[in-house]
């Protein structure tokens, strides 16, 4: 008799590494989806030949949590 569908040990901590690296793909999408705009506000702001040095340093830490969730990604 043989079992075809019994899961090892390692083959359940594979799954769950597996959700796991999912779950922070999704919440990186999620968050990279959210901040868009500044992206879109900075680029505008560029185009248009503004100065966005400002707005870089108002959104820093938005942007550098976009730098590491690109990572994840």
């Known amino acids: 008799m043989t079992f075809k569908n019994i899961k090892t040990a390692e083959d359940l901590a594979q799954e769950a590494l597996d959700a796991e690296n999912a779950q922070k793909v999704s919440e990186a999408k999620?968050?990279?989806?959210s901040t868009d705009w500044i992206v879109t506000k900075l680029a505008e702001l560029q185009l248009?030949?503004?100065d966005v040095e400002p707005l870089k340093i108002k959104y820093a830490d938005e942007l550098a949590e976009r730098k590491l969730m690109r990572e994840v990604v």
């Open 30 to 33: 999620a968050y990279l989806s």
């Open 48 to 50: 248009e030949g503004g």
